[in-house]
């Protein structure tokens, strides 16, 4: 018989205490600790919770060690989702027996991008497991995203026992789950959403991912503060974690890596929101530098890198005498931060005078970017918009802006050349100390070395 008691859990980390504690020893947070009722099972049900509710029950293997000169290392074939940008977030396609968590703020998309994930997957039969959505919802948006898959089942349960029974009955070739926070188990006396069922529950299918090598994809809630809800220990427990990112009145969204068992931490994937779904972003610098109609002041393009991907980016800054006593510095996809320490530079090592005016800066397309190789960028818009004078339409910059002026390398900057090559661009500023050692040659693009930032100034505006 199953004995009933009650533990405390830190509901920002997931640590757990016999009794009440105003502060967490292990994240240092005050006040998150919570009652719940835990119910203790027999071990061996415990562990293999998924196949409890299965009517098979199959044998399970005992695992025993193995010198490492005697394990076999097989490449295993990925399964191919059909989305360039979600294949090459996770490294070239799901991995079989991979647990993949994707997290975002509520209407970024979520659901709607594993849905058309879902899909797209022709040939397999894909389980849409639903906690949040009853089945004309998802209908609904199957029918704006305007594609049919016969292989797709859609099941509308919270209860993970009978999530399991369905998919012994099914035997499918993925899983979706959304999302891991509505699903509760049994085993546990819980509500649905607290410490212990999340932490059961996914448990619970990433026994079933490994024991039977089908991929589960789970959506997971964020908090105010943009990391995933629950217990950090779930992101510990899952093989990939992606962040889904944007603004939910922009078009543009990002896919970007957190975690990743089987590939790099520093690809992310780049959709534009549609009427009809969330479209592929190949080619994001193209889009980004798309709409610019005639030359203005406060314009710069500078070079960045987004992960592994190069983007050429827009940055404008307007800069108008202060209204009021105190002027205004505002940051928009960049670190405000770091604005007032460009402006601070600019001001002493270039003689200009901004402490009397207005400095608003904005990255175009909506992305948030913290590359250091758009401070050369910034501080050409800034100066373009003070003296009124435009950038020429073929220039992009790339170079970090260092406290006494000088013009700092930056790496990989053979992909930015490249990039700025492919759209057309004929010069870039960059460091010198980028020049040395690199075969400038065979880049069709004019390339002026500098040391500090007078010199970049003084090419650009004479």
Known sequence: MAKIKTLYFCQSCGAQSAKWIGRC?????WNTYVEEVVTKTDPNTAANAWKASSSVGGTSKTAKPKPLGEIIFEEESRLNTYDDELN??????????????????????????????AMQLDGLRVLYVSGEESEQQIKMRAERLGRQQPGLYILTETNTQNIFRQIDQLQPNVVVVDSI????????????????????????????????????????????????AGPKILEHMVDTVLQFEGDRHLTYRILRTVKNRFGSTSELGIYEMQGA??????????????????????????????????????????????????????????????????????????GLRLGQHDVFLNIAGGLRLEDPALDLAVCAAVVSSLNDVPIRGEI???AEVGLSGEIRAVSRLDQRLGEAEKLGFAEMYISQFNAKGL???????????AGRLDEVLTGLFG
């Open 88 to 117: 090459r977030v996770l490294g070239g396609g799901l991995v079989p027996g991979s647990l993949v968590l994707i997290g975002g703020e509520p209407g970024i998309g979520k659901s709607t991008l594993m849905l058309q994930i």
């Open 396 to 398: 992009c910059l790339a």
């Open 439 to 449: 075969d400038l040659a065979r880049y069709g693009i004019r390339v002026h070395p």
């Open 25 to 29: 020893p292990s994240c240092n947070e």
């Open 277 to 350: 779904g969330l479209r592929q972003v190949s080619n994001p610098s193209e889009i980004l530098l798309s709409q610019r109609s005639e030359i203005l002041s406060g314009l710069a393009i500078g070079a960045t890198l987004e992960g592994n991907r190069p983007l050429l980016v827009e940055v404008q800054a307007l800069v108008t005498p202060a209204t009021y006593g105190t002027p205004q510095r505002s940051a928009t996809g960049f670190d405000g931060k770091r604005l007032q320490m460009l402006l601070a530079v600019l001001e002493k090592r270039s």
């Open 181 to 228: 926070q509505t699903l509760h188990s049994s085993l546990v006396e819980s509500g649905a959403g607290s410490v212990s069922q999340v932490r059961e529950c996914t448990a619970e299918l990433l026994k079933y991912a490994k024991d039977t090598g089908v991929p589960v994809l789970l959506i997971g809630h964020i908090t105010k503060d943009g990391s995933i």
